[in-house]
């Protein structure tokens, strides 16, 4: 059983009234943590470079797990976000890139929760690449 209230306080106070840069992976370490539950062995879905066709591909858990059918996955999916020192805390304008700033809150959250994930992994491991992408299946960033 998970409890919502601690989970968000968790996700907020990795980010909420510090730097938008200065935001480190071990920030969400308690998020994480209160998220944390078990990835089936032989489930794991690694990718790069094609979220919607993994999504598809993975049948919400029901195939395969990625990363986003994790319950710490699945919160940040599809979304940006970062804090500021100022008040209100959050920056509802504009987030700085991974170009800008490596430190920056979604940066660093996936960081955490690629690691996390990578742990947790068991058994046979599944991987789904995009090789006809544009850069091929591992681009350049920028």
């Known amino acids: 059983e998970k409890n919502c209230s601690q989970i968000w306080e968790a996700f907020k106070n990795a980010f909420i009234n510090k730097d938008p840069c200065s935001i480190l992976p071990e920030d969400y370490e308690l998020f994480i943590n209160l998220t944390l539950h078990t990835i089936p062995p032989n489930k794991s879905l690694f990718w790069e470079n094609n979220q919607l066709l993994v999504n598809s591909f993975a049948n919400r858990g029901r195939r395969y797990m990625s990363l986003g059918d994790t319950l710490f996955g699945f919160v940040g999916d599809f979304l940006n976000w970062c804090g500021q020192a100022e008040s209100p805390g959050l920056d509802y304008e504009s987030c700085p890139t991974t170009m800008e700033c490596e430190n920056n809150a979604v940066e660093s959250f996936w960081r955490m929760a690629s690691i996390t994930y990578a742990q947790h992994s068991s058994g ?14 591992y681009p350049e960033p920028g």
Request: charged share 5%.
């Open 124 to 137: 046979v491991i599944h991987v789904l690449l995009n090789g006809s992408a544009d850069g091929g299946a």
